[in-house]
């Protein structure tokens, strides 16, 4: 499983790393941070990430305890590639961050070989009390999923199809506190119809387990 490219501009930093410049503040500690002509001041990141796919479905992942038993995950041989560009947008008091975020990726191997593009909002967490010594995120999102083509593996998985799909990619990051501008991305890619009917009735789709690296400024 490896990884190499996801964008968020949206990485977090320390509380010790300069502020994003003109914050607008709404009360309660949260702010909107705009962007126009404004510094990055670390909000601004790219990612590159690559990874392997995953065959088990998400929801055993995820809801039934096998999320951090990945020996146990049922993968092919087909991988994925892709790098992003994110910003973050509002944070509440150093504690969660909202990002926006565009992507693209690539697919390789027989039963997956087509390319991807993405636009999603992450909500991320910040806060963990061993930050002092590796600095630690969770992050999860929202967004749309535009495939170039039908591949089989997903033809195979829903009665219907469609290039379009949820994009829901949940990631941990993890960097040195003397390092602020590089973390370490594990994101797990996933685009899906998620049973809800909204895409054409499309519940299948594809999802890989990547790892990355994202540098933030």
């Not at 535009?146 to 591949?151: T, Y």
Request: charge should be negative; include cysteine; hydrophobic fraction near 40%.
């Amino acid at each position: 499983m490896i990884s190499v490219a996801a964008l968020s501009f949206g990485a977090p930093a320390q509380a010790a790393d300069p502020a994003p410049a003109a914050a607008t503040e709404t009360g309660s500690g949260f702010q909107f941070l705009p962007w126009g002509s404004e510094p990055c001041a670390m909000t601004c990141s790219v990612t590159g990430y690559a990874g392997v796919y995953v065959a088990t479905a998400m929801s055993s992942l995820f809801l039934k305890g096998r999320l951090f038993a990945p020996w146990t995950w049922d993968t092919t041989d087909n991988q994925f590639i892709g790098a992003s560009a994110s910003r973050k947008f509002a944070t509440y008091e150093n504690l969660w961050d909202l990002e926006a975020e565009v992507g693209i990726g690539k697919r390789f191997g027989s039963g997956l070989n087509g390319g991807e593009v993405w636009t999603a909002m992450y909500w991320r967490w910040n806060y963990f009390p061993w930050n002092d010594y590796i600095r630690t995120t969770v992050a999860v999102s929202t967004g749309l999923n535009v495939a170039s083509k039908i591949d089989r593996i997903e033809d195979e998985k829903s009665t219907s199809n469609s290039h379009l799909l949820h994009y829901l990619a949940p990631e941990i990051t993890f960097g040195l506190p003397d390092q602020p501008n590089w973390n370490l991305v594990l994101r797990f890619h996933h685009r899906s119809g998620g049973k809800l009917g909204v895409f054409n009735d499309n519940s299948g789709g594809a999802q890989y387990q990547t790892v990355g690296l994202r540098y933030t400024w």
